[in-house]
């Protein structure tokens, strides 16, 4: 039996962001670059990776590593396919200190992965990296073509290359579908009010976006917040008829 405590929320969230952070390096994005973007410096991130392949392959890991050191990055991509990267080049390009193909290739990836895990519409990751839906629509796009241009190429000549289509093809275009979340009482109260996430925000106070992180759980919802909501849901029949 596991002697691990049992995983809570800030646990599955630094889980998450650091196989985002493996994914996005494994795939090209810069060490340096990578960093940046999480606030973290360079060492870390290249500490993160090597962790999360050990993480996924102990024995692999165990057999590549010749020191206290952690494995190089060329050859933990080497191995990718048995880290659980299969569509990783091992061959490709390092970029340890300049810059990735693409300047925003983590953010690229990221949009990508939560638009084909259906996270989010295109409208709201749009609003939150302050994009327009049709050039999320095109990041989505290129980013399958780069992870799997058989297939893209395949699914256009058919004419099917759309969202819910790609969506289909996730695991294909590298993206693993996630664990279901816990029931969200907070989106589960929007639901059950039959509300869109713009009128519960109005009816709360808040943004669409703060709505929407929070039903997601990617921000602590506050407590006043909380009770706020359920008190929108309380049995109107409960109140004393009007005198």
Same mark, same amino acid.
């Given at each position: ?19 985002? &952070? ?25 500490? &993160? ?10 024995? +692999? ?9 952690? /494995?190089?990055?060329?050859? !933990? ?10 569509? /990783?080049?091992?061959?490709?390009? !390092? ?29 709201? !990751?749009?609003?939150?990296?302050? +994009? ?6 095109? %990041? ?14 395949? !699914? ?12 289909? #093809? ?17 989106? #589960? %109260? ?30 602590? %919802? ?10 929108? #849901? ?10």
């Amino acid at each position: 039996m596991s002697t691990e405590p049992p995983a809570t929320g800030g646990r599955r969230r630094h889980a998450a962001r650091n196989a985002a &952070i493996a994914d996005a390096v494994m795939h090209g994005a810069s060490l340096r670059e990578v960093g940046k973007a999480h606030g973290l410096i360079f060492s870390r991130v290249r500490q &993160i990776v090597a962790d999360e392949c050990r993480r996924r392959n102990p024995a +692999l890991y165990a057999r590549l590593q010749k020191s206290d050191s952690p /494995v190089g990055l060329k050859t !933990l991509v080497e191995h990718a396919a048995n880290f659980g990267w299969p569509d /990783v080049s091992p061959t490709r390009p !390092l970029w340890h200190t300049g810059r990735p193909p693409s300047n925003n290739a983590t953010r690229d990836w990221t949009l990508t992965s939560q638009a084909l895990h259906g996270d989010a519409s295109l409208r709201q !990751l749009a609003q939150a990296q302050g +994009l327009s839906t049709e050039r999320v629509r095109q %990041i989505v796009a290129d980013e399958c073509r780069r992870r799997n241009p058989a297939l893209y190429d395949a !699914l256009t000549q058919a004419g099917r290359a759309d969202l819910e289509t790609l969506r289909e #093809h996730a695991a294909a275009f590298g993206v693993t579908t996630p664990a279901p979340r816990p029931v969200n009482e907070f989106g #589960h %109260i929007r639901r059950q009010l039959g509300l869109s996430q713009r009128q519960y925000a109005k009816a709360l106070g808040l943004s669409t976006l703060t709505i929407w992180h929070y039903e997601r759980g990617s921000r602590r %919802i506050p407590h006043p917040v909380m009770v706020a909501a359920r008190s929108l #849901h309380a049995p109107t029949q409960t109140s004393p008829p009007a005198g």
